[in-house]
């Protein structure tokens, strides 16, 4: 009986101490750390039958995504292209081979800067004579002349079709001008409008073919003074994905 | 948008203006002192061409270009065919509607030429 008792009064005691707030044990009275104790053996504890849960999809390690036939497509953002083709002129304006080098830069989802570098190689014939006014014309054919012009404008390309990627293209170029045998050179300004197609033929390359249009004017030697320049250029080549 | 209309239409008619064709060419009616400066032949100004005239040699008619005559003078040379004076105003001043004969023809001809 006392026993009972001895144990109910350390019972209550516990608890009551459990109860208080806890006060700050000196350094030096902080129990020891005891060594671990083994886990006891537990019961098995038979399988309580449960609802039948949802199958929870399961994180795999991450595949290589197979390109398709868009992404193959993709010039990454930015891009280079070497093109060759024909530009024609008349007066003032060259004419004859043309090589072309762009620099592309992805600026939007369907935008991209187009910075240009165009060549122009013409025949070289005279074709500047003195009007009865003497006043000195120039009445170069399609393909006379030769030039240098570099331009900055945007590409902006289409919804596609098929393999075909069509674009527009519009831009601002400055340019010199030189018809050797009339000894007649100039710098011209110029806006060029046109369009295009790209078609993927392999990773990071794309064959291009465009046209443009060409409207400005060329302040020029020889008292020729400020003459329009009016030219169309249709050029195909290679586009090469830079990243 | 106004404005780019205006722009528009401004540099059209400015490559309008610019596509006129001139009446007189490196091949024939050019001012000029040099053979350099034409396509074939220099007359030298003076007063039978006064600023000077670019032209071809020829042989006979069908050898000048159209509006031109072959002219039995210089050895033969193209000259512009007219009916007065007034045809040859583009010409500039000194020049008027003369008689020539005709290289090949054996009859005369009114040509564009100075005195």
Redesign the interface.
Known sequence: MSRRLIAVAVAAAGGVAHAQPAQPVPEAARPVPSEPVPPVPSEPVPPVPSEPVPPVPTLRPAEPVAAVADGDDELGDQGISVALGLATGG?VTPGGLRITGHYLYQLSERDWFDGAAAFTFGSGS?????????VL?C?HGLADGSGVEVSAGVRRMLAPQAAFHPFVRAGVGLGVVRFGDDDVSGFTLVLGGGGGVRVNVAPSISVVADGELE?G?GGFSHGLGL??Q?GLAITAGAEFRLR | MRSAIIAIIAIGAALLAACQHSEVSREVGARCELSAECDDRCLAPSNDYPGGFCTLACGDRSECPSETICADREGGVCLFECTGDPGCAFLGTGWRCQAADLRGGGIKVMVCRGG
Not at chain 1, 126 to 134: G, I, L, M, S, Y
């Open positions: 007066r005279p074709a500047c004579f003195r009007d009865r006014q003497d014309v009445n409207l004017f003459e329009p009016l």
